[in-house]
């Protein structure tokens, strides 16, 4: 298959990880946000203001060119992917707070991308620019974003068995998205992709092992609980890379092989750290409330 034609099933294949991802939710997920209140204004403050301010900083800081500043700051406006809560999951997080988050994240970011995204493009770009996430396109997003969720989410109700067993099929399918991203990615740019990876990593490790770092001492300094800590430090600190590269690629979208690299990087590295973050912190709970309140399972990343 040429590399155009994956970019074109970009929305499609985000769709089914979306798909997959509903398949893992409930009504009571949203519900439980009431359980949660302190955690749940901690981790949504910092998602939605503090870590676009703090990719902000950094890519001014490090003065990268416009077209990475842009994909950095995507990156910030992206939601938590399903693998925070696998990764809670193994390190002792608080789980059923790492599904609801996700599952509110997951909306609340359908509109707060689009204003951050736009804003970078002019800000960085110039206001002329043709790239940005007009009306029409931001429709796109929320069509390839919430609309499979939904339906997840309805066929979980329904049909529970099925959607359980449909869920580790979407689990496998939602690594082969991502690799097939990140072979378009890598194809678009050629022999330029490690030019890019060297003006970008430092950015990348600094954005996620501080978005990390706030996710959890932000909770533990208002003093919310340890397991609660760690699934805030997951979800915050795992964005879902896949949506970010396929708005950052896709020809109806930004159409910008340059801005999807920051999330390619991002998608490697947050693995790696993610899991040393873990076992450190992890050491930290003790053994008779590690138990997750829910089994997990990753649809996503």
């Known amino acids: 298959m040429s590399n155009d034609a994956i970019l074109v099933l970009f929305p499609v294949a985000v769709g ?69 809560s696998l990764y809670s999951h193994l390190f002792k997080g608080d789980l059923a707070l790492n599904i609801s988050l996700t599952a509110v ?3 609340l970011a359908m509109f707060t991308l689009p204003v951050i995204v ?23 997003v929320f069509a390839m974003v919430l609309v499979p969720i939904a339906i997840g989410m309805a066929v979980r109700a329904r049909f ?7 869920e580790r099929a979407v689990k496998v399918l939602s690594v082969v998205v991502l690799i097939m991203m990140i072979s378009s990615v890598i194809a678009g740019l050629g022999g330029e992709v490690f030019d890019i990876l060297g003006e970008i990593i430092l950015a990348v490790v600094a954005f996620n092992l501080i978005s990390m770092a706030i996710g959890y001492y932000g909770p533990r300094v208002l003093r919310i609980g340890e397991r609660e800590s760690i699934a805030s430090a997951f979800e915050i600190g795992l964005h879902n890379a896949s949506l970010a590269i396929t708005i950052g690629m896709s020809p109806t979208l930004l159409n910008n ?21 873990g076992f450190v912190v992890s050491r930290r709970v003790p053994a008779a409330t590690a138990t997750p309140h829910r089994t997990p399972t990753s649809s996503g990343v």
């Open 16 to 84: 089914i990880v979306m798909l997959g991802l509903g398949l893992t939710l409930t009504l009571e997920d949203f519900r439980r946000v009431v359980k949660y209140p302190k955690a749940m204004v901690v981790c949504l403050v910092s998602q939605m203001l503090i870590l676009p301010a703090i990719c902000l900083g950094l890519v001014v800081g490090l003065n990268l060119r416009p077209e990475l500043a842009v994909g950095m700051m995507l990156l910030a406006a992206s939601p938590g992917g399903s693998t925070a």
């Open 105 to 107: 994240n997951s909306v």
């Open 118 to 140: 736009n804003l970078s493009v002019a800000g960085f770009l110039g206001s002329d620019s043709s790239l940005g996430l007009q009306f029409d396109k931001v429709i796109q």
């Open 160 to 166: 529970t068995a099925t959607a359980i067993r449909l």
């Open 257 to 277: 092989t340059t801005m999807a690299m920051p999330s390619v990087t991002y998608g490697f590295v947050m693995f790696f750290t993610a899991a040393v973050f």
